[in-house]
């Protein structure tokens, strides 16, 4: 049932550095999803890991994209330029991901039960980023968190007159304990992209390994398996006809910002995209959700 603020059970504030945020303590999990970004950066069920990797030097401040959890990358997904001309001619800046994950969102609604809790933020994408972007629209984010896993759906609604052209990606961050001994399962005989060799398109064969940089777009959005030496966490998606697999490798992690230069053996990302070719147009007033449910075996 929906609960106000003052009569949560299991939800409170908090604030971590700058930034404010909503943390649920269940007897059964726990959560933490901050209101800039709609970004959820911790959740576990009891007295068990994280399910998410958080960059150990992650810095919470105001305008700046945390490092790890899930960020929401809308209304463009990577650099502008690599985007669809559709997509493209709406964007006014050379920033990647969009502005959603450093924007501050709004608390709509918190509803708990014995089992379940659902927090609903929102954010009216409109003349406040004419800055960076044309468009007009109205994104919903719903989280649920139970026992058996979280579930995030991100809902966007074309609130201009025109067609709205987007891509976007629940940017999933996923620990390991070894990347080299960790797999992902379902892409199988999947082609994709891979941005390493000039955006070449190539087919998968057998699972999904790590021995180095990886940077993929897979052209499927197929129930997948990632197996690590302490886990096994199932990803279903809906919306979405592509994949983004992506691990910086030695290299590449020494020149990003708020990541260990020894973080990429201890993390992945398995990202449910709508990306390239899969992007989405509404006419005005449609919607759509993106959504990924992250369980166990």
């Not at 468009?135 to 984010?141: E, M, S, T, V």
């Not at 609130?159 to 961050?173: E, F, I, N, S, V």
């Not at 005005?284 to 990924?292: A, C, W």
């Amino acid at each position: 049932m929906t609960t106000r603020p003052g009569h949560w059970s299991f939800t409170r504030w908090t604030t971590q550095g700058e930034l404010e945020a909503i943390e649920v303590h269940h007897p059964l999990f726990r959560a933490r999803l901050f209101l800039q970004g709609a970004h959820l950066t911790h959740f576990a069920t009891h007295d068990k890991p994280d399910w998410l990797w958080l960059s150990d030097t992650a810095r919470f401040e105001t305008g700046r994209a945390i490092r790890g959890g899930i960020p929401l990358c809308w209304p463009w997904f990577g650099v502008p330029e690599k985007n669809p001309p559709e997509v493209r001619k709406r964007i006014r800046t050379k920033a990647a991901h969009g502005f959603a994950r450093t924007a501050l969102w709004k608390l709509e609604d918190v509803r708990e039960s014995a089992h379940e809790v659902e927090i609903c933020l929102s954010l009216r994408a409109d003349d406040d980023f004419a800055d960076v972007w044309e468009g007009h629209a109205l994104l919903l984010a719903t989280f649920s968190f139970s026992v058996g896993g979280c579930q995030i759906a991100l809902t966007t609604t074309n609130l201009g007159a025109d067609p709205l052209a987007y891509t976007q990606a629940l940017h999933t961050y996923l620990p390991t304990s070894d990347i080299e001994r960790t797999h992902i399962s379902g892409l199988d005989g999947s082609d994709f992209v891979d941005t390493l060799r000039d955006w070449r398109y190539c087919q998968q064969k057998g699972d999904v390994v790590f021995d180095g940089e990886t940077d993929r777009i897979y052209e499927s959005a197929a129930p997948l398996v990632v197996s690590t030496p302490g886990s096994r966490r199932t990803l279903n998606a809906i919306g979405s006809d592509s994949t983004v697999v992506w691990n910086p490798g030695p290299q590449k992690a020494q020149a990003l910002n708020d990541f260990p230069d020894s973080g990429w053996k201890s993390m992945l990302c398995v990202e449910t995209a709508n990306a390239l070719s899969d992007y989405r147009v509404l006419n005005k007033g449609q919607s759509h959700t993106l959504g990924v449910l992250i369980g166990r075996i």
